[in-house]
């Protein structure tokens, strides 16, 4: 069949699939309870499947893609014969919430593939930010209004990502059971962002004010480091020259995120005081608990690489969609990537950055895909719809809201006993996963989630080098 100038699929599947009653059919499956709902038809021949696909139709591309898969399985064989045809089941499903829509393609009532769906609203106009331009779009604006699934952001350091990340930060605020931002005396020593070019480090001296806190991988030694000798030159300014990477990258996102102040440990510790780290490590604690919100470099193996590159863009396939109010507009679909899991980001196997971020009431998180926001209350690829915790996945453990609050319980209900022990346990189980370089380091550097229960215990429990006093006996077991 042929191709319209144009068009997104071929005639044939324009006439069958694509029209507006039967994608109705299979739109409003999502709402049935008949796991066999949805429309139903006959396709073209193998051959004529081909054809289309060959000549673009988008529809054909993915019944090529399926359809020898179902084949191999039940018929042994490589791919159909020339003049087979084959039903096909469409319909639309919801996944884990309202607003998680996917596509099911079943080939004879059967190999159900599932297919993330997706729009852009778009937006008015280019975004113009530095060597960075945009593109226009204005693709997906009718089915936007229907579709919540939007597509990811792979270019994380563009000026949309950062305003979508600024929108999730003013989105917690506002409706979120999240304790909420203010300020704050700042730690001892900040780096000074609001020239990103001529970054400086700051002796606060009891300064109030926000700040973002850096988690990362080390991975490699710091040479540019502050160290005794350092510190007054690096008061004056740092050469952003001799920075490594993702050093750089935290000073730039700090300032796109409007904020002044940045605390990474590598130019806020002496690295080579012990004074100043015997100091400095018990504040960790209150350094990210305090943050207006916590950068985490997940996808680096190391400092020198950096967390702003673009992502890989995602591999989608843009069909037509009919609104249910008769306006046609456009979804992108797409199997999605399920290699990519938060446990095997580099972050994520490391000791020393879990408490980084389970201290963090509000974390923007640079996965290896996308650009994420995560809070006591719910996650998101930005600009996507909000998944709502708690989730125990490696990675996405969240402290209970009230070890969180500033204030302190001054007693303890049977609940909150069961809740802190619980939360004790999962925060074990993630933590003995990971690794650190120096042994020395494992108890440290869990220290400051440890300061932390023992803030909400009070008299009621102590804490001995990983176990709990009042648990003890069952601990050792």
Known sequence: MGLRSGSLVCDYCSSTVFTFEPFQIAWTAKDSSDPKAGFSYTTQTWQEIDGGENKGCNWCDILWGEIPVWYQKHKKKESPMPEETFKITVRFEKRNS???????????DDWPPRYEVRCD????????????????????????????????????????????????LAQCTLRHDCPKPQETSLPTRVIDCSDPERPKLVLTDGMQGFYAALSYVWGEPQPHSVCTTKLST???????????????DAIFCTYNL??????????????????DKQREIPQMCDIYRCAYVTIIAASSQKVSEGFLHNRKRPV????????????????????????????????????????????????????????QYQCQTAMNEIGDIWNYLPSTALGELRLPNMMISGTPCQMLSS????????????????????????????????SGIAQLFQRRWGSSNRYIAGLWERNLSSDLL
């Open 98 to 108: 309202e607003d998680d829509i996917v596509l099911k393609i079943m080939v004879e």
């Open 121 to 168: 609203p778009g937006t008015e106009f280019p975004l113009v930010f530095g060597r960075y331009e945009e593109p226009l779009f204005l693709l997906d604006e009718n089915a936007a209004a229907f579709v919540p699934g939007r597509k990811l952001v792979w270019q994380v350091a563009s000026p949309r990502a950062f305003k979508l990340a600024l929108d999730c």
């Open 234 to 248: 690096y008061l004056e300014s740092i050469d952003i020259l001799l920075l490594p990477k993702t050093i750089k």
């Open 258 to 275: 409007n904020l002044r102040f940045l605390w990474a440990d590598t130019l806020c510790i002496l690295q080579d005081s012990d004074e």
């Open 316 to 371: 989608e396939t843009l069909l037509p969609f009919w609104c249910p109010d008769g306006k046609l507009g456009t979804i992108s679909v797409d199997e999605g990537d399920g290699s990519i899991r938060s446990s095997q980001e580099p972050v994520n196997r490391r000791a020393w950055c879990f408490q980084e971020r389970l201290l963090s009431p509000r974390t923007l998180v640079y996965a290896s895909h996308t650009l």
């Open 415 to 446: 609940n909150d006993v069961e809740a802190l022990l619980t939360s004790w346990r999962n925060v074990l189980y993630d933590y003995t996963r990971r690794a650190v370089s120096d042994p020395s380091d494992r108890l440290v550097a869990i």
